[in-house]
């Protein structure tokens, strides 16, 4: 190019010479130059014009034909045009494959901007959220998903967990939200339809909620029959009268093991409002203290209750009853004789606590992230002598779960376990100075 452009400025000086040289034979140089300059601009400008009418076209038909510095020049503009059309032909090959790919997808895939803005949405975000390609670009996300529990969920910007929702489209449908932050502020979120998990999980739980039920009245009967044998038997079978107390016994941990699967289907159902009332935590500690020590006679526990009694927390008075009193039971349970239990109730800035510490048999560090699914036991070996129906844990977590509080277990195999329940501030019951009966 610098070539062309060298030859083509020689070529105009060596015009000038000649006109300049011309001029000045015949006297007038001045006229001379103007006789090749003049000419020469008019040849620019005709040139100039060809190239913006054709670069005006698009520059999408051959380039002007033209030779030297201005031939080259316009070849150069055609090739790099051409290769910027390539470019962005094969963009948006790529942009249209990854469309269809994300159309394929049967979730659908959301993206988000810094403002809570929809920016762009897959073909299911139609077909499962409703989202119109037109009218719903650019409107803020919780305009059209406006489920509270969903807008909290996504103002709250904690997405470590998904959340499930029923379809503002067909209530039939479950939908599970899961978002991604990334970028500047901006979210993707992706929403698939668990209706058949939900389904299943739902069958489960009637299942197991309708043949505790039902065989609830069969063993009334088997243990009211069995009572009234042992009752009635004579001193001179002691054979029979021992074989009876063990199925009296039997029937006894089927009805407690009845009672917690009815207790955990009852708290697993979403169905039920909770009623969040003001609990009397004390007083419900009062008397699991009273009812631990007239169970704890045997082992002579040293039990020690250590509670704010002023402090009133919102929440379900039977459902709290029933974790708090799993817990002591627990720690009687896992405790030697003579061993020391403490049951502590007490709130910081950071949350309100309830903690059951013993120094009993303790649990190993691999078992802790399992203890509170059903039927999970640290020592298999133990459980028979225990008298535990293995749901104490689960049920401690889903009442937990209710609360929005968490369970926190440290233990020690050989040194014991501290249980505790963190509740969160917003539970308390702001009153000064109450007092407890
Ligand atoms: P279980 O009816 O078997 O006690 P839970 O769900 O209440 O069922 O507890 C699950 C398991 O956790 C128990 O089997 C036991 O191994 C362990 N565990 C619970 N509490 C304690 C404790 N205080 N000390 C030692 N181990 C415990």
Same mark, same amino acid.
């Given at each position: 190019?610098?070539?062309?452009?060298?030859?083509?400025?020689?070529?105009?000086?060596?015009?000038?010479?000649?006109?300049?040289?011309?001029?000045?034979?015949?006297?007038?140089?001045?006229?001379?130059?103007?006789?090749?300059?003049?000419? $020469?601009?008019?040849?620019?400008? @005709?040139?100039?014009?060809?190239? !913006?009418?054709?670069?005006?076209?698009?520059?999408? !038909?051959?380039?002007?034909?033209?030779?030297?510095?201005?031939?080259?020049?316009?070849?150069?503009?055609?090739?790099?045009?051409?290769?910027?059309?390539?470019?962005?032909?094969?963009?948006?090959?790529?942009?249209?494959?990854?469309?269809?790919?994300?159309?394929?997808?049967?979730?659908?895939?959301?993206?988000?901007?810094?403002?809570?803005?929809?920016?762009?949405?897959?073909?299911?975000?139609?077909?499962?959220?409703?989202?119109?390609?037109?009218?719903?670009?650019?409107?803020?996300?919780?305009?059209?998903?406006?489920? #509270?529990? @969903?807008?909290?969920?996504?103002?709250?910007?904690? @997405?470590?967990?998904?959340?499930?929702?029923?379809?503002?489209?067909?209530?039939?449908?479950?939908?599970?939200?899961?978002?991604?932050?990334?970028?500047?502020?901006?979210?993707?979120? =992706?929403?698939?339809?668990?209706?058949?998990?939900?389904?299943?999980?739902?069958?489960?739980?009637?299942?197991?909620?309708?043949?505790?039920?039902?065989?609830?009245?069969?063993?009334?009967?088997?243990?009211?029959?069995?009572?009234?044998?042992?009752?009635?038997?004579?001193?001179?079978?002691?054979?029979?009268?021992?074989?009876?107390?063990?199925?009296?016994?039997?029937?006894?941990?089927?009805?407690?093991?009845?009672?917690?699967?009815?207790?955990?289907?009852?708290?697993?159902?979403?169905?039920?409002?909770?009623?969040?009332?003001?609990? !009397?935590? #004390?007083?419900?500690?009062?008397?699991?203290?009273?009812?631990?020590?007239?169970?704890?006679?045997?082992?002579?526990?040293?039990?020690?209750?250590?509670?704010?009694?002023?402090?009133?927390?919102?929440?379900?008075?039977?459902?709290?009853?029933?974790? @708090?009193?799993?817990?002591?039971?627990?720690?009687?349970?896992?405790?030697?004789?003579?061993?020391?239990?403490?049951?502590?109730?007490?709130?910081?800035?950071?949350?309100? $606590?309830?903690?059951?510490?013993?120094?009993?048999?303790?649990?190993?560090?691999?078992?802790?992230?399992?203890?509170?699914?059903?039927? $999970?036991?640290?020592?298999?070996?133990?459980?028979?002598?225990?008298?535990?129906?293995?749901?104490?844990?689960?049920?401690?977590?889903? =009442?937990?779960?209710?609360?929005?509080?968490?369970?926190?277990?440290?233990?020690?195999?050989?040194?014991?376990?501290?249980?505790?329940?963190?509740?969160?501030?917003?539970?308390?019951?702001?009153?000064?100075?109450? !007092?407890?009966?």
């Amino acid at each position: 190019m610098l070539r062309e452009w060298r030859i083509e400025f020689n070529q105009f000086l060596l015009l000038l010479a000649i006109g300049g040289g011309g001029g000045w034979m015949l006297g007038y140089p001045g006229v001379g130059f103007a006789l090749i300059s003049v000419p $020469y601009c008019l040849w620019l400008l @005709f040139r100039i014009k060809d190239m !913006s009418r054709w670069l005006k076209s698009g520059a999408e !038909s051959d380039p002007p034909e033209s030779t030297g510095v201005w031939g080259n020049m316009l070849d150069q503009l055609y090739q790099l045009q051409r290769r910027y059309k390539a470019d962005i032909n094969n963009l948006h090959q790529i942009i249209t494959r990854a469309q269809q790919s994300t159309d394929a997808i049967k979730d659908a895939v959301v993206v988000v901007n810094k403002h809570g803005d929809l920016e762009w949405w897959n073909e299911a975000g139609g077909r499962l959220l409703g989202l119109k390609v037109k009218s719903d670009r650019g409107q803020s996300l919780t305009n059209l998903l406006r489920d #509270p529990r @969903f807008i909290q969920y996504f103002e709250a910007g904690n @997405f470590d967990k998904p959340l499930d929702l029923p379809s503002t489209l067909n209530p039939n449908v479950v939908l599970q939200f899961q978002i991604t932050a990334f970028g500047d502020g901006e979210r993707l979120m =992706v929403t698939r339809d668990v209706s058949r998990i939900h389904h299943l999980e739902k069958m489960r739980q009637d299942f197991v909620a309708n043949v505790s039920h039902e065989l609830r009245t069969p063993l009334t009967v088997i243990k009211g029959y069995l009572e009234t044998f042992i009752d009635t038997l004579n001193s001179d079978q002691p054979h029979l009268k021992r074989g009876l107390s063990q199925m009296h016994q039997q029937t006894q941990r089927m009805e407690l093991l009845i009672n917690d699967l009815l207790l955990l289907a009852r708290l697993e159902s979403d169905d039920k409002e909770r009623t969040m009332t003001p609990v !009397s935590v #004390p007083k419900i500690l009062r008397q699991i203290h009273n009812d631990a020590l007239a169970i704890n006679e045997s082992k002579q526990h040293k039990i020690i209750l250590d509670i704010d009694t002023n402090l009133i927390i919102y929440g379900d008075e039977n459902e709290l009853r029933s974790a @708090f009193s799993n817990l002591m039971m627990n720690a009687i349970k896992y405790t030697p004789e003579n061993g020391r239990i403490e049951l502590r109730w007490w709130a910081d800035e950071e949350g309100v $606590y309830l903690e059951v510490e013993d120094d009993g048999i303790g649990i190993d560090e691999k078992h802790l992230p399992r203890l509170t699914e059903r039927f $999970y036991r640290a020592d298999q070996s133990r459980h028979a002598k225990s008298g535990g129906t293995g749901l104490g844990l689960a049920i401690v977590k889903h =009442v937990l779960l209710h609360h929005d509080a968490k369970l926190e277990i440290v233990s020690d195999p050989g040194e014991g376990s501290v249980f505790t329940c963190r509740f969160p501030t917003r539970l308390t019951v702001k009153k000064e100075n109450q !007092s407890v009966a």
